[in-house]
């Protein structure tokens, strides 16, 4: 079992930066493929980034790319995102997921299905 609790959302204006980070439980975390995920109202959950386990890899939605870094430490068991120039559509409920599958094919990181383990999530608005 892994329980995951993220923080670090806010209100901020465009062109801010935030860093989201999210807690893990449990002596797996350095296991697991870490990713954020977001969800604006009306919309569906949408894939941010993810980063393996053992911190070699990291791959990122195009929205995001260049403005977002994922990161992880695993001797606190913790994971972050760093936000910058943040924009109004960047406004979202953030979770941190999860994996402990080993099958990389294809875009393997964007299924939710992937992921084992979902925090309940973090609020982050951008004003214009």
């Known amino acids: 079992q892994v329980q995951l609790v993220e923080s670090g959302g806010g209100l901020v204006q465009a062109g801010g930066s935030l860093r989201l980070s999210c807690a893990a439980s449990?002596?797996?975390?350095?296991?697991?493929?870490m990713a954020w995920f977001r969800q604006a109202p009306g919309k569906d959950r949408e894939f941010v980034a993810v980063?393996?386990?053992?911190?070699?890899?990291?791959l990122y939605a195009d929205s995001v790319k260049g403005r977002f870094t994922i990161s992880r430490d695993n001797a606190k068991n913790t994971m972050y995102l760093q936000m910058s120039s943040l924009k109004p559509e960047d406004t979202a409920v953030y979770h941190c997921?999860?994996?402990?599958?080993?099958?990389?094919?294809?875009?393997?990181?964007?299924?939710?299905?992937?992921?084992?383990?979902w925090g309940q999530g973090t609020q982050v608005t951008v004003s214009s």
């Open positions: 997921a999860a994996s402990f599958s080993r099958r990389y094919v294809g875009n393997w990181y964007k299924g939710e299905s992937r992921y084992d383990y």
């Open positions: 980063i393996t386990w053992s911190g070699g890899t990291t």
């Open positions: 449990g002596q797996t975390f350095s296991l697991a493929d």
